[in-house]
DNA sequence: ACACTAACCTGCAAGC
DNA sequence: TGCTTGCAGGTTAGTG
């Protein structure tokens, strides 16, 4: 799934298909995601024309006329624009015929994703922190906010109410580019250093969205193309295999469930 | 408030 | 070949 780049991708290939355009028609096949998705929706929503995607965090804002529709892509959701007549694939959950005649299927696996309509905001959006790429997100917020805080610096950058945006791959990189461990104690990291990995997390996910986020297994953007991030990926998904920096051997361990990877020579 | 775990679900690779 | 195990981009709900 699909971090900040990769939402922000695919919002940027969808967009311009969806905008203006009424919804002809929306179809669950499954609506078993992380919250159900009944029927009953598809009145609803049916009829109303799109008046804005946006983003906010992980999340796509599809807004209607009447409400809006948040979608969250999960751990392997993906949305896609294909031509009606196009089969549809094991997995393809949801489906939005648009009155220009595309239609956006949203595919996902293992049904982690999320599709919440409401007519007046959603609540899962009131605590988040704030958007990574503005200047609402500064080293200030992180060295405060982490004072007095045991917990180790990774999971500190990856919750949501410090700052959004920022999943497993890139937080590993961005501490690897900015000489911390991802388990150094996030309340003993100087203010020095707080600002490096500001800078750093700023710089990777708009150079990932530059390069239309990154494809480890299956993701694609709106228009079903991968991303190439991938290919500047420095320390996740290469425990074992030498540093890039320093040839020493990169380690992989586990913060909170998630697999984390550095170098213990580059990495303080 | 904070720290930590388990859970949601399918697919795939590795090990036996 | 098959079976079992563990792991995968995220977030929430529940425990102390």
Redesign the pocket.
Known sequence: ????P?VETTLRGIEPHITGHLIAQFTVHNG?L??PVTGGISEIVQGQRVVAVTRR???LLLQLERGSMMV?????GSLRLVDPSEARR??DHIEMLMSNGKCLRYHD????G?WLWSENGHR?LD?LGPEPLTEDFGADRLFL?SR?????IK??I?D??VV?????????EALFRSGIRPDR???KVSRVRYEKLTVNIKDILQAAIVQG???????VNGNGEP?YF?QTLMA??RGGQPCYQCQKELR?I?L?????VFCPSCQR
Do not use: C
């Open positions: 799934m699909p971090e900040l990769e078993s992380r919250w965090a992980k999340y969250h892509l999960g751990m392997s094991k997995h696996p293992r049904r982690f999320a899962q605590h906010l007095n805080r045991k917990m180790a999971p500190f990856m949501n109410h959004v945006g920022v999943g497993n791959i890139y937080a590993a104690e996030a309340g986020g990154t494809t480890l297994r299956d993701f991303g991938q996740y998904g992989d586990r909170g469930q998630r697999s984390s």
